[in-house]
């Protein structure tokens, strides 16, 4: 399933809005200016998705997963590579004292951090279908890519499409790249892609 340039225009913009929102909140947790690069996006089939991370595997990943439900059912996953995941804790700890390692207290702030921008990103996804979406308490895990696909289940609901996004978050002159994946099932992708269409119609309307 692909998008038309005006589908992904849209959807580019709508995430980039919401990634936007979540870096002013990152900057008032962390008293710094936190930026987003404006994000990158593709829709692939689910059995696509590691080759489309092919240079993550083989490596750990920190992954911060969040169970959506509502009208639309899926699951939202942030995703760092382990050393990417080090280096952004060291921007969120006030420790003078910094490990090559995720201790505790990094992994709490990294699991705030995942459900800053995925509650942003669902939100938004919630906005554009004017619907209610419900998310689950964030958990996170250390794992590679293929633990992620075992671990991509909801509610035994067949998910067949992934919404890959891609940016990088800059902080201190520091960035960290990262992945959010938003597998969803076909009916709720073509609902939100039927609300996009709706709302550039609308915009054209206006």
Excluded: K, W
Excluded at 15 to 24: G, K, L
Excluded at 58 to 83: K, R
Excluded at 132 to 150: A, E, K, N, W
Excluded at 164 to 189: C, D, H, K, P
């Amino acid at each position: 399933m692909e998008l038309t340039p005006i589908q992904e225009d849209s959807l580019i913009e709508f995430i980039n809005i919401s990634f936007n929102r979540a870096a002013n909140a990152l900057s008032s947790l962390t008293n710094h200016r936190v930026s987003v690069n404006i994000p990158e996006i593709g829709i692939l089939p689910i059995q696509d998705l590691t080759n489309n991370l092919s240079h993550l595997v083989g490596q750990e990943v920190a992954m911060i997963n969040q169970i959506f439900s509502g009208p639309v059912t899926g699951n939202a996953v942030l995703m760092i590579s382990y050393p990417e995941a080090v280096r952004l804790s060291h921007l969120f700890s006030s420790q003078q004292t910094q490990s090559d390692f995720l201790s505790a207290s990094d992994r709490e702030a990294l699991t705030e951090v995942g459900n800053i921008l995925l509650n942003a990103c669902l939100s938004t996804l919630g906005n554009i279908l004017q619907v209610h979406i419900s998310f689950t308490v964030p958990r996170m895990q250390i794992d590679g890519v293929d633990g992620l696909m075992r671990s991509l289940v909801v509610d035994h609901t067949e998910l067949r499409h992934c919404l890959v996004i891609s940016s990088t978050f800059n902080l201190q002159e520091r960035t960290v790249s990262g992945y959010m994946v938003v597998v969803m099932g076909l009916a709720s992708l073509d609902r939100l892609i039927q609300s996009i269409d709706q709302f550039v119609l609308q915009i054209d309307a206006d």
